[in-house]
């Protein structure tokens, strides 16, 4: 059933036209991801879809009732039930509500209503991973369609089955999720490569063909002089014919080179090198030891006897609920707390989100270029993958936006002197394009990397080991995210297993015990040895191997 239907819609800011749209549809049970780079116009244009904003041209016909997940504002907390805030575990406590109950609070009271429509703007921003795994599961199972912007993506691939892309003022759909579209996108740039080959083959082709029809005419003699006068005449207009057919040939190639279509190199951003050499300027195998570290936060203990160590390259994932200790715990090995011991000689660079570090009125390239040791070349191939391409890394930071300061000190961090990095919360704020190219740089470091995050594509594709703060007790796990999520699984089952092996195992004492009473009826003795014989079969599968 179609929901929303927009022709022709169109969107500018003074002489900068946003997007341009000719076709967008919402049928019933979509659930469409709206991408693109930051300040591309993804949220302008869900503004329009939503009845929000008005297009400067085109149509909009909706054909149900909608309903708006916000980005966060921290106004505005009426309108939802005691019970669809006690799903999502929010209470009305005016004063003491942290970002991430605030975004919980929205999202139940958005959900309640079951509006055929359902659009979200950055629904997982402060949440957490329980908090996002339950946004998954509430979206999935949502009886309506949905349209959301988002830059999470693992939520992109876990739930959509199109994705609007909105780049270089056009919108373009993609089927699948996510991944199906980032797939469509490398296809595409393929085939650009292949045409612009052949493009530049053909283009080399005839250009030389030209030059050889051209030299070939210009190389025509005239007609020997032991010939007749009769002869040479002959001879001349012979030859002249052949020149003029060689020269029009040539003339053709011309036109036909021409009229070739042209095609533009595609776009290639160069890799960043870093300087592995830096990594045997500190002695040991390890870079960071925590020996039975212990923190409380008012009267609640975030972590006790914390004990692990992180070698040399290591790349280690810090999950855990808001408020764990993954932020504590990384200020704590920034400040050299207690504890906390490292191998002599070795640096830290600290990013969090204070972003302190910056110089507001400093340039971005002179940002990053202070203590660095690396040649502005590099800093400038890695700030243009991070999208500051060209003239723009001459912009002050304090022009910039909350996501761009963000890139500009994750820059200054990764080329600063240091051989490890702490980074806390590093994809916050940064659209998907930065992250994927977050995620090459982080993954190209030759140093050791501890990083607190939520961002689960970061997770899978750049840990190799994991330190869970939602354990009784942290232990860092040894391997990649997928392993600790395989491990937790089977740990999960197993743990299921025990427990109904107990219940069996409760429940047959318990008839054995009903069984020996005397004054049993035989009617009831029957109904109870054919409820032990079922329990006992029950037990038996449960303790075979495998189950």
Excluded at 222 to 229: E, I, N, Y
Excluded at 335 to 343: F, L, N, P, R, V
Aim: proline content about 3%; hydrophobic content about 35%.
């Amino acid at each position: 059933m179609l929901l929303l239907e927009a022709r022709h819609i169109e969107k500018s800011y003074g002489d900068r036209v946003i997007f341009r749209a000719e076709k967008l549809e919402v049928q019933n049970g979509d659930r469409i991801g709206i991408v693109g780079p930051n300040g591309a116009g993804k949220t302008t244009l869900l503004n329009i879809l939503s009845g929000e904003l008005e297009a400067d041209s085109g149509t909009l016909s909706t054909y149900a009732a909608a309903a708006i997940i916000r980005q966060l504002e921290l106004a505005d907390e009426a309108g939802t039930s005691s019970k669809g805030r006690q799903k999502w575990g929010v209470s009305l406590v005016h004063g003491s509500m942290s970002g991430g109950e605030h975004v919980r609070l929205k999202i139940a009271a958005a959900l309640e209503p079951k509006a055929p429509l359902l659009f979200a703007d950055e629904p997982t921003s402060h949440l957490d991973l329980s908090g996002i795994r339950q946004l998954e599961d509430s979206l999935r199972s949502y009886p309506g369609a949905v349209l959301l912007i988002s830059h999470d993506r693992e939520l992109l691939d876990t739930i959509c089955t199109r994705i609007w892309e909105v780049e270089h003022g056009i919108v373009i759909e993609y089927k699948g999720n996510y991944t199906a579209y980032r797939q469509q996108k490398e296809q595409k740039k393929e085939r650009e490569w292949t045409e612009y080959e052949a493009y530049q083959k053909e283009k080399k082709r005839l250009i030389q063909a030209v030059i050889d029809k051209k030299q070939h005419a210009k190389g025509m003699k005239d007609a020997p002089k032991r010939m007749s006068t009769s002869e040479a005449k002959l001879h001349k207009m012979q030859a002249q014919g052949k020149r003029e057919k060689v020269e029009q040939s040539a003339k053709a190639l011309e036109s036909r080179l021409a009229q070739l279509e042209e095609k533009e190199r595609p776009k290639e951003l160069a890799r960043v090198q870093f300087d592995l050499h830096q990594e045997g300027e500190y002695r040991g195998r390890s870079a960071i030891q925590c020996n039975q570290v212990n923190v409380q936060a008012g009267s609640r203990s975030l972590f006790t006897d914390l004990t692990f160590r992180v070698q040399r390259g290591q790349k280690v994932a810090l999950i855990g609920a808001n408020g764990s200790g993954k932020s504590t715990l990384l200020s704590m090995i920034a400040q050299k707390a207690e504890g906390i011991a490292m191998s002599p000689g070795i640096r830290l660079g600290y990013f969090n989100q204070s972003l302190s570090i910056l110089d507001l009125e400093q340039s971005i390239l002179q940002n990053v270029k202070k203590d660095s040791r690396y040649p502005e070349s590099t800093i400038r191939t890695a700030l243009a993958r991070l999208l500051f391409p060209g003239e723009a890394v001459h912009k002050l930071v304090s022009s910039l936006s909350g996501g761009e300061r963000v890139k500009v000190a994750l820059a200054k961090v990764f080329f600063g002197d240091y051989h490890v990095l702490l980074l806390d919360e590093p994809t916050n704020y940064l659209d998907i394009p930065t992250q994927e190219e977050l995620e090459l740089l982080l993954a190209d470091f030759p140093g050791a990397i501890l990083f607190a995050t939520h961002d689960r594509k970061l997770m899978h594709g750049l840990a190799d080991a994991v330190l869970s703060f939602d354990e009784p007790q942290p232990v860092l796990f040894q391997g990649a995210y997928q392993e600790y999520l395989d491990g937790k699984k089977r740990k999960k089952t197993r743990d299921d297993r025990a427990e109904q092996i107990l219940l069996l195992e409760t429940k047959l004492t318990d008839l054995v015990s009903r069984l020996s009473i005397p004054t049993l009826t035989a009617t009831d003795k029957e109904t109870l040895e054919k409820e032990y014989k079922e329990t006992l079969t029950d037990l038996q599968m449960w303790r075979r191997p495998g189950q």
